[in-house]
């Protein structure tokens, strides 16, 4: 009969311990989850529960000196010892009993605190035998299996994951990762957030560089997220998602959630450097620093830059151009908008300086263009058309800012129209003349005669 309740003990001990807690945890040793950013720290905070005391009879629990009553879960005997009384019938704590615990629990009963950073291993100084509850900054509480003198505990919690792509744009790689755009008209994005375990703490960070301007219409879509969300602004981003701790924790571990929003190009100030968008998820408690790595889409634009010269290949002043699209429609860019327009007149024209510089033709998406000149200077000729193509999918500089010289020849006499022209005329007129003068001087030697 005795061995039987020795038995009972030891299944009850076990049964308790194999939840959130270590009977003979002299030290803990915990894992944070993978997947952390290298520069991230996650705080560990261990707390005694209940004291553990072990004989030949087992482990028993006892209720740390100061503390009179148990947790929810927890009875206590007059002897102070303690015991498992909740509905659990796996040898786990149920969330109940973990919340439980959790209340109970105050700053007085904390024995160490450990800092990780990124994924790498941190180890408690030595707390003596006890069962112990963990919590973290990552997430929920922190669950470790019993071992014997020494507890290791990998933390179950798992980070949140975003993956931000370009959608909408005149050129967009497959990827979604790289675009071509012209100013003035609008970039839409998607972002991706899937949830981690242990859910807590998520908010949605967005950072657009000078160039693109958010459009102010951010929102979330995926498993009824109306209502459970907010955005605003914090620090440097351009707009954040903070969502709802109560939903989030509602969501399985998996469950993604999308947030779409946009962006309209404003920068002409164009080089191969291109637009960046950049996002993240922070997650956790308020204070800590946890966050996913950045997802970065860019967006690309495009110039074309005209030099111009004589057929000396001097520098030529005075030369104006313009640009058709292959709808025939005339570029024109105002309040650093880019459009098209039927009338060449209402082109935007650019003119060639004393150096022969042209301005650049700025903001341009992927396709091709044909330059024109509309203004030829004084004695030259009109140069001919250009043709040039601004390729998708090529983000090299030799694609996005293309340059050509334009040569004007100088004007050549116009041929007369019409036969010989005038010279039968001068012809004729010196002949008339040289018979003249011959009848004159026939006239003069016969009257000497």
Do not use: C
């Not at 659990?88 to 990780?116: C, F, P, Q, R």
């Not at 707390?127 to 299996?145: C, E, K, N, P, R």
């Not at 981003?237 to 969501?251: A, C, G, M, P, V």
Request: proline share 2%; aromatic share 8%; net charge negative.
């Amino acid at each position: 009969m005795k061995q039987f309740k020795t038995l009972v003990a030891l299944v009850l001990a076990l049964a308790l311990t194999l939840s959130i807690t270590s009977a003979l945890a002299y030290t803990i040793k915990i894992t944070p989850p993978t997947g952390l950013d290298a520069a991230a720290t996650n705080t560990y905070k261990i707390y005694k529960v209940f004291d553990a005391v072990q004989s030949d009879a087992g482990i028993s629990y006892k209720l740390v000196s100061g503390k009179n009553t148990a947790p929810a879960g927890f009875s206590v005997d007059t002897a102070g010892n303690v015991t498992y009384t909740g509905t659990s019938t796996d040898g786990t704590l149920t969330d109940a009993d973990i919340a439980a615990i959790k209340a109970y629990v105050t700053e007085a009963d904390l024995v160490d605190t450990l800092t990780a950073t990124g994924s790498t291993a941190v180890t408690s100084k030595e707390l003596g035998a006890g069962y112990f509850y963990i919590d973290t900054t990552t997430g929920t509480v922190v669950t470790i299996d019993s071992t014997n003198p020494d507890a290791e505990v990998n933390d179950k919690n798992s980070v949140p994951e975003v993956d931000k792509k370009i959608t909408g744009a005149s050129s967009v790689d497959t990827d979604g990762k790289k675009a071509l755009a012209q100013v003035g008209t609008t970039v839409e994005y998607s972002a991706e957030i899937t949830i981690g375990k242990g859910a807590k703490g998520y908010i949605f960070h967005d950072t657009m560089e000078t160039g693109l301007a958010y459009n102010n219409d951010a929102a979330v879509t995926g498993v009824t997220a109306d209502g459970h969300y907010t955005v605003g602004k914090e620090g440097n981003d351009t707009f954040t998602i903070t969502f709802n701790d109560d939903y989030i924790k509602t969501l399985t571990e998996g469950t993604k959630l999308t947030v779409t929003y946009s962006a309209t190009v404003t920068d002409d100030a164009i080089t191969t450097d291109p637009l960046n968008n950049t996002a993240y998820v922070s997650y956790g408690d308020k204070n800590s620093n946890n966050r996913t790595p950045d997802t970065e889409a860019d967006v690309y634009e495009a110039k074309f830059t005209v030099t111009k010269k004589d057929g000396k290949g001097n520098a030529l002043e005075g030369a104006g151009f313009v640009i058709k699209n292959g709808e025939g429609k005339y570029y024109k860019i105002e309040n650093k908008v880019v459009s098209w327009v039927d009338d060449e007149a209402a082109a935007t024209e650019y003119k060639s300086n004393a150096q022969g510089a042209v301005p650049a033709f700025t903001g341009l998406a992927n396709g091709t263009y044909t330059l024109v000149e509309k203004t030829v200077p004084a004695g030259y000729n009109k140069a001919a058309d250009q043709t040039f193509t601004i390729a998708e999918h090529d983000y090299t500089a030799a694609n996005l800012e293309q340059t050509a010289e334009v040569v004007n020849n100088a004007g050549q006499e116009l041929p007369s129209t019409g036969g010989i022209g005038t010279t039968i005329f001068y012809i004729a007129g010196l002949v008339l003349v040289l018979g003249a003068a011959a009848i004159v001087i026939a006239r003069r030697k016969a009257e000497q005669n």
